[in-house]
Each structure stands twice: as structure tokens, then as C-alpha cells.
């Protein structure tokens, strides 16, 4: 069966529905979905977008926090139009409908980690949910937008010669996981938004969607991927976690709750100046330090200092979750450790949301577009998501300026290092296998996949670490090589091939970085290098 539109879009966030609104004005959009259109990564964000809007605020600051948080990694011209072009992406969110929690004032302003002024803009710690329901509101809207669920893109369609240099994307080969039939997705323009990969990690705050599908479908068709080492750990999961795990919003912090040891001292003024309002990877990583030493499950998040009116109005989702679950917040306080949350690496696009591949564009959590750097600062991904999404669409439709060379400027581009790759047969139309692969065996492989990845290169890592899980994962990838070249059978087998390829992307960046900087902290190479490391980590295909 094929299908076709002007243009293909792969994944239904915030990325992927907010570049299908803009360009459907002049074009055909096919929009599909691996599940239901409303799951996805953005649907599960707590905290809210960051947006200089505050009257006391302004780009400059942003910029400053968002370099500080990227430990000299970010972009500044690209962290600088990000910031910039921010709160215009915001309005427009709001004339699409997504009602953002005001008050007498105008928008209702929260606070988080590494920030320094009250800029997230929210919908209490229900933001994604409600980001979603306005946007799908607006797809279902738009005549020139055909949405199809339970659609899994598998490879990308490639034409042109067999050397990478000249090949071009063409649209997509996907399963219809309901039907179990092949189905061609062919488009002269795909725009990938696919989300994250925070299923290859034993515990996750990531859907069971998230199994890293773009970036490993995007590498296998020769783009260029980069920083995939840096993967941030969000530091207040509930204990015991879940699949995927419940997350406590960070601006629970920045309403003044605080971090304790469970015997109720407080430990984030020993790690961070900033204390609880410390970014990210340090808060991450003093709760992994102190549960070592004290041998403790989990710390507590102590939230007795916001009276509990504002919590139950300000964290309407926390409450009702907790509850559920049975946790009294104000009689224990919540029991939190870290979790994977983001990945700050991806495909690497330009200004534009254009990849090293030709007919390949790119935005949200699945890209590296050069604005965290080795950290992510809290509330700035739905941020990237829309103003690269825009910026894309401008360049499909012409409006924008012109975008620069698709061999991504600055990337690292003629470097030339590595071979092509062979084209995957399942990109050339090839048909699948006539029978999945043994469920039992794909289920213990990605537990052990996941297990191995939480223990050697998670939070804290080593030079031994990283080596023992390069060795393992390419041994569990070449047991199922020949398999992988004919094509998967099935949704399980599809995301256990990419979640194989994703987990050695992030092994291998993080091999290559002897240092340490922002959300990646190796034991034997503990001090950062600029010397030799105050760069990306860009991987081209073949490697």
C-alpha cells in the first residue's frame, strides 16, 4: 500500500503538530503516529515553556541562563534566536487555543531550576496535556492535515546514487501495527519529530513510546547525529518508580520546596551555591551521591514551606497522582529519586530544522540543534520545539531567509570522517521478514539492554563502564543483524532495533568525551577539558 502528500510528518507533539498547522496553509500534510495522536513525550510535561514575558525579564537574561546551564557547549547564535523569537512562538500558542494559567497581572509566571527570573509559562503541571489538546484541536481544524494513528515509521525512503552524498529522503516505510501490513509514505519533504529515547534506561519519566526511533532511523539513512552522551536525568521521579515513572515538576522547587536526606537534613547546599534551585545534572547527581553513602532508596522532597491550597492549585496533577497512589505529601513528604528524562543530543539540523539529509527536516526532542549543549535548562524544550518548528515551516513555504547549506554549517561538515553506509534494504521498499521475532527473546533483550545502560551509563559513569556496555550492546546488535537487514516484523521488534542502535549512539559520544561537562560525569575523567573537549561530539554515519 502506499500513500502520499506534499509533505510527511513523522510524530504528533508539539514539534510535529505545530509544523503540520503552518504549513498546511499552502500544502497537503500527512501527519502519522505510532499510537494514539495524543501520546506523546509532550503530553507529559509538567513544567511549562520558558519564555522571557515577565515584566522584570528579558532575552539578554534568558540567553545568559541558557548558556550557563550548557557549560559552554550551547550555541550562542542559536541559543541568542531561540530566546529571542520565544515569546512570539508563546502568543501564537495561545491564539491556537492552549490556555496558559494567568493571573491579575497577565500571564502567571513559574520558577525552576537554573533560572534566574519567574519566566515559565504554564497550565499549573498539566502544560503538555494541555499544549496537546489545543493543537490537536486545531489539527483536526485544518482541511490540509490527514492524521493516521497506529503508524510506525520504520526507515526512511531513500533515492539517488549509492554514495551518501547524493541521496535524498523521499518519504518513509512504516508498519500499520493493527493490520500487521507495509505501508509506503512517500513525500518530497519529511519532517521528523519523533520524540526521545528515555525507554533505553531502566527508569524513565519517558512513555513506552519513547524508544529513540528517529535518531536511529535518521543515522541508518546517513544523517549526522551528535551529543547523544548528554542525557538528562530529572532529579524527583516518585519512589517507587513506574514505567514510565511519575514525575514531580521542578518548579516544585521553585516554589520553595527543598530536597532531605530521609534522616531530614537538608544536602543540596553541600553540592550547589543554588541549593535546591540548582540545574538539573547537579541535583541529579547530589541525590545520587548522597543515596550511595547513606545506602538510602530514595530522598524526600519536603514541600511543608507551600501551604497546601497553593500546591493542590498549583500542582493540580501532582495531587491528584499522589493521591492515588496513596501518598500524603504534607504528612511524609514525597519520596523522590532521579530518573531519565531528555536527551540534549539528536539529529543535527541547522537554524532551519534541515539535516545533513536532503528532504529531511527535523525539531523537537529527537534533534541536536545546538541550544543546550551539555545541559538542558529547565523549561527550554517545548521552547526549541516551537520556534524551530516555525522556522521550518518558513522554510518549506519560502518565507524565511534562505536556509544555509544542508550539510549543517559548523557541524562539523567535510569532515569526511567514516565510510558510507549500505543502504538499508528496508529503505529501498524491501519487504519485511515473514514472521517476528520470538517475543520472549526480544523482551529479555531489552530489559538487559535497559539494565545495562541504568548501570554503566547512567548518572555517574567510568572508562570501564562505557567499555563493558559498548561491547555487550554490539554483540546483542550483531545477533540480530541479518534480521535487521531484511526489515522487522513487528512494532516490538522495531523498537528493540532502535533502542539497540540508540543506546550505542550514546555510548559511543560518551566514550569519545574524556571529560567531564553538564549531564555527563565519567569517575576517571572527572574535571572538564576545553582544551581538547569544549567541543560537540558529532558522529557521522558509518561510525
Known amino acids: 500500500m502506499t500513500r502520499s502528500a506534499d509533505v510527511l510528518v513523522i510524530g504528533s507533539g508539539i514539534a510535529g503538530l505545530t509544523f503540520a498547522l503552518k504549513v498546511a496553509q499552502e500544502r497537503d500534510v500527512l501527519l502519522v503516529t505510532k499510537k494514539a495522536r495524543a501520546e506523546s513525550n509532550t503530553n507529559f510535561a509538567r513544567g511549562g515553556i520558558a519564555a522571557g514575558m515577565g515584566p522584570d525579564d528579558e532575552p539578554d537574561l534568558h540567553l545568559a541562563d541558557t548558556l550557563a546551564a550548557g557549560c559552554g557547549l550551547s550555541h550562542p547564535d542559536i541559543a541568542e534566536m531561540v530566546v529571542r523569537e520565544g515569546p512570539q512562538r508563546v502568543r501564537e500558542l495561545m491564539d491556537w487555543g492552549v490556555r ?133 536525568f530529572h532529579p524527583t521521579a516518585l519512589f517507587p518508580t513506574e514505567n514510565p515513572a511519575f514525575l514531580l515538576s521542578e518548579a516544585i522547587r521553585g516554589e520553595g520546596a527543598v530536597l532531605r536526606r530521609l534522616d531530614g537534613a537538608r544536602f543540596l547546599d553541600g553540592h550547589d551555591r543554588q541549593g535546591s534551585l540548582a540545574p538539573r545534572d547537579v541535583v541529579a547527581r547530589a541525590i545520587h551521591q548522597e543515596l550511595l553513602e547513606t545506602e538510602d532508596p530514595h530522598v524526600v522532597l519536603d514541600v511543608s514551606t507551600i501551604p497546601e491550597a497553593v500546591f493542590r492549585d498549583r500542582f493540580p496533577g501532582a495531587s491528584e497522582g499522589l493521591a492515588a497512589r496513596g501518598v500524603d505529601p504534607y504528612r511524609d513528604g514525597i519520596p523522590v529519586v532521579p530518573a531519565a528524562h531528555y536527551v540534549c543530543g539528536g539529529v543535527v539540523t541547522d537554524a532551519w530544522g534541515r539535516t545533513s539529509l536532503p528532504g529531511l527536516l527535523a525539531a523537537g526532542e529527537v534533534t541536536c540543534t545546538g541550544i543546550h549543549g551539555a545541559n538542558r ?167
Not at 496537546?132 to 493516521?148: C, D, F, M, N, T
Not at 519523533?194 to 519513547?210: L, S, W
Not at 527550554?380 to 544555509?404: D, Y
Open 100 to 232: 496558559f494559567r494567568r493571573e491579575k497581572e497577565g500571564l502567571a509566571l513559574g520558577m525552576e531550576g537554573g533560572h534566574s527570573r519567574r519566566r515559565i509559562v504554564h497550565a499549573g503541571d498539566r502544560t503538555g496535556r494541555e499544549i496537546e489538546r489545543a493543537l490537536l484541536q486545531a489539527v483536526e481544524e485544518a482541511p490540509r492535515v490527514e492524521v493516521v494513528e497506529h503508524l510506525l515509521a520504520v526507515d526512511f525512503l531513500l533515492q539517488g546514487s549509492g554514495s551518501r552524498e547524493e541521496r535524498f529522503c523521499s518519504g518513509a516505510l512504516a508498519l500499520d501495527h493493527r493490520k500487521g501490513k507495509q505501508v509506503r509514505l512517500e513525500a518530497p519533504l519529511t519532517f521528523l519529530a519523533t520524540g526521545g529515547c528515555g525507554q533505553v534506561y531502566r527508569h524513565t519519566t519517558n512513555p513506552a513510546i519513547a524508544t529513540g526511533d528517529g535518531v536511529a532511523m535518521a543515522y541508518r539513512a546517513g544523517a549526522r547525529v551528535a551529543n547523544m552522551e548528554f542525557i538528562q
Open 377 to 543: 535548562l529547565a523549561s527550554n524544550s517545548l521552547l526549541e520545539a516551537v520556534v524551530f518548528s516555525h522556522r521550518a515551516a518558513q522554510s518549506v513555504l519560502g518565507k524565511g531567509e534562505a536556509p544555509p547549506s544542508s550539510q549543517n554549517e559548523g557541524w562539523g561538515a567535510g569532515k569526511g570522517r567514516g565510510s558510507a553506509q549500505d543502504l538499508p534494504e528496508r529503505a529501498t521498499g524491501a519487504d519485511p521478514g515473514p514472521e517476528p521475532m520470538d517475543a520472549g527473546a526480544m523482551a529479555r533483550k531489552k530489559d538487559e539492554l535497559r539494565d545495562l545502560m541504568w548501570r554503566d551509563v547512567g548518572i555517574v559513569r567510568t572508562d570501564r563502564g562505557l567499555d563493558r556496555a559498548a561491547d555487550r550492546i554490539a554483540e546483542l546488535l550483531s545477533s540480530g543483524r541479518d534480521r535487521a537487514r531484511i526489515g522487522p516484523s513487528s512494532v516490538e521488534e522495531a523498537e528493540l532495533r532502535n533502542l539497540l542502535l540508540t543506546g550505542r549512539l550514546i555510548v559511543e559520544c560518551a566514550r569519545r568525551r574524556k571529560e567531564s561537562r553538564g549531564l555527563h560525569f565519567n569517575r576517571d575523567h572527572p574535571r572538564p577539558d576545553d582544551d581538547r573537549f569544549r567541543r560537540d561530539t558529532v558522529l557521522e554515519p558509518g561510525e
